[in-house]
Every structure is written in structure tokens, then in C-alpha cells.
């Protein structure tokens, strides 16, 4: 079994439906992550890009979604090794669904 963290769920907008001029306002527009390293972990390959819990949240929180991890080793693999070095490459990914928030 993998590592994981439930990430949260996107916060209420300030004010919740602002004036289009309105100074001082926020919202969330986006959720960003890391997917940490296998160096000292044993076991199976790992996927790279978002997990389906990653797209899970950014759908139900209406929100793109992007996650910085290691780019696929070996290529065509879709995954990366246990014990995968810290200093290989890695690349942004965008979660499934939407590519901009809607208006608040």
C-alpha cells in the first residue's frame, strides 16, 4: 500500500459572491501539489501524474488541478520506481476535468 494524504477540500470563497470591483476578495482558483520521491521506499512502481483521488477532489471542488512529480522511468511505463533517485527528472501534470474554475 502507497502513501497518501486526503487533501481538503477547496476553501469558501471571501466574499462568497463578490462584486466584480470588489478589493480585497478571495478564492481559490487551483489546487498544487508534490508527489514526494521513492528513494527509501521498497515495494511495487508507483504512477506518476494525479492519482485518482487527486482528480476525485478537483472535480468535486470544481478547481484545475496541478501535481509536480517525477517524469516516467522507465518511459512508456507510466510509473517510477521504488528507490527512484531524488535527481531524475520531474514535470507538472494537470488533473482531469476542468481548466478553469467557474465564476464565483
Known sequence: MGA????????????ATPAPNVIG????????????????????P??????????????SDQVPGVVYGYTEN???SG??????PETDPAQRYHSTGLT????P
Do not use: E, K, Q, W
Not at 478571495?26 to 521513492?38: E, I, K, Q, R
Not at 478553469?100 to 465564476?103: F, K, N, S
Open 79 to 84: 510509473t517510477i520506481p521504488m528507490v527512484h
Open 25 to 44: 476578495a478571495t478564492c481559490s482558483v487551483a489546487s498544487f501539489h508534490t508527489h514526494t520521491p521513492t528513494t527509501y521506499r521498497t515495494g511495487f
Open 100 to 103: 478553469r474554475r467557474p465564476t
Open 74 to 76: 522507465p518511459v512508456g
Open 4 to 15: 497518501s494524504i486526503p487533501l481538503p477540500t477547496r476553501p469558501t470563497d471571501t466574499p
Open 46 to 59: 508507483r504512477g506518476v501524474g494525479p492519482s485518482g483521488p487527486d482528480n476525485n477532489a478537483d472535480t
